[in-house]
């Protein structure tokens, strides 16, 4: 992949037209707020664009995707966003795979698959990638675009609450507001509204917590039977993780989920200094020093028995 | 009250020396910010000066109250922050009540207790306001009044989820963070950081909530009892009214929480356009359209009725 500056970006975005632009399978608020706004600004310039995804766009993001009119063409140029790799492509686009003429991300673990691309690791969202490449096409900011362009950074960054919210996040985020997007609504659409059945998932997950070697560790269980009680989706338990981490004094906090034939899913995060990758990894698994997760068999008694004590000696 | 510029402003505290702030009692991160980042700001330019409050600071405010010597002097001047009544002074400030020199605020509210003052209803904290002051008098803004006065807009707009976090709240937070501000610090401790005792009140009220009219109102009871178990201080409960309300659909949150007495605490949160503080106003209480609170008496489940069914009547 050949790394272009701005300009360049924005003169073979110039240059092109029926142009398709490909989110990340499972979309989140990068994904969606950056194939928007880039879609969005490229109508503006008199491209044919539409933004795709194989999986269905959840309907919480819809202030953003119905403001944008749907059009049918044969494409004829492949732009990636907020894409690391093809395997995240999903079945409806992966036959685009070696056809991607430009990629902009800000995953550092981005593959270059792309004929050319930006990646900005130091960007907190890649939609703050796609504002300057709108900027660099000197097409102006509307409502619809600064809403996508908010909406992304500000759920990569956990409403501004992880390490990656950095003085450009709030800077721009600032920017988008003044070209009227609407913070309030959807920080409060994003981090202030739950389903019944994520607070039902919540509650239970609550119910379960236990706190080992004096506090220091905290652990969650999700049973299958939960899930089903509680009516949630795998969407709905996003997040579910942090919240063992969240508690005062807690250096590892363990969420073990039940799945399918023995096997449960355990998510490990460190407040602090601790490396949980390394406690996943005794069990196959891996991860970041900070966020990590493993596959572990057995009946719900050992496993969380097991993972515990592997926790505890990392203290 | 005379309303002065921030030019005016700055030329009284030029003129000043052995300053007291004072900050109002039940201190928040926006009194201690505004409090803090001018006395910091006014030490730079040589003064005698000490932020004071009737209450004692939260410990979790130590990496602001920590980075300023104690002084002692003779008060000459009295400025007051975020203060917008002397009913709020608490009761070693009170004597300070006819003597304020100059208040800095930005409550609508204020009552105008002081000689000089600037109140900006406009501006999400009041440490955004005192950041003005502070550029008015020419003086760089370092590390500590930087996370001092981020702490105070991040703090007073909920992390920026309130609907007073302005683009100035954003620009200036990114502002502070180019001038050494923590933010990842700051919002993790604020907002991503429980105690035991809080989770364990937050899982208690999950266990009590009940839905009522097809899932429009939300009803959490917290008993005497709920709070004894679970250790939870009033400040652990804070922003627990807020929760039923989050949960999509429901139209007006309730919690209720048993007081002495036969007494009833009722706080309740508008999701839409309802006029909780119509509802609440029938119990003899009162507070905004979106937010408002009445004190019930009778037994639980009396009490309990009666509230449910006059915040039907209002759907």
Same mark, same amino acid.
């Given at each position: 992949m050949k790394t272009v500056t701005f300009e360049k970006c924005a003169e073979l975005l110039h240059n092109a037209d029926n142009i398709l632009i490909l989110m990340h399978r499972s979309p989140d608020g990068d994904a969606v707020g950056s194939g928007y706004a880039l879609a969005h600004a490229l109508r503006k310039a008199g491209k044919k664009v539409m933004p795709v995804c194989s999986d269905d766009i959840p309907e919480k993001y819809g202030y953003i995707t119905d403001t944008l009119e749907v059009q049918n063409f044969e494409p004829e140029y492949i732009v990636t966003v907020d894409l690391a790799d093809t395997q995240l492509f999903g079945d409806k686009l992966i036959q685009y795979k070696d056809k991607v003429n430009l990629c902009i991300d800000h995953h550092p673990s981005n593959t270059g698959y792309a004929e050319y691309g930006i990646v900005d690791a130091k960007a907190g969202a890649c939609? &703050? =990638?796609?504002k300057k490449v709108i900027n660099a096409m000197n097409i102006s900011i509307?409502?619809?675009?600064?809403?996508?362009?908010?909406?992304?950074?500000?759920?990569?960054?956990?409403?501004?609450k992880y390490s990656n919210a950095s003085a450009e996040s709030y800077q721009m985020a600032a920017e988008m507001i003044e070209c009227g997007a609407d913070g309030f609504f959807i920080n409060k659409l994003m981090f202030d509204t739950k389903s019944r059945q994520r607070l039902e998932i919540e509650r239970l997950a609550l119910n379960s917590l236990t706190y080992?070697?004096?506090g220091k560790i905290a652990v969650i269980f999700i049973t299958k039977e939960m899930m089903k009680k509680s009516g949630a989706s795998d969407d709905d338990t996003e997040g579910i993780?942090?919240?063992?981490? &969240? =508690?005062e004094g807690v250096v590892i906090g363990i969420t073990i989920r039940e799945k399918d034939n023995g096997n449960f899913r355990v998510s490990m995060r460190s407040a602090g200094d601790k490396d949980v990758s390394a406690v996943c990894a005794e069990f196959g698994g891996g991860g970041h020093k900070a966020a990590a997760g493993c596959t572990v068999t057995g009946t719900a008694e050992e496993v969380k028995e097991k993972v515990i004590l592997a926790a505890g000696a990392a203290l």
């Open positions: 939609a &703050q =990638i796609i509307d409502k619809n675009i600064a809403n996508a362009i908010f909406t992304g950074i500000s759920t990569d960054t956990g409403c501004f080992h070697y004096d993780s942090g919240m063992p981490r &969240q =508690i």
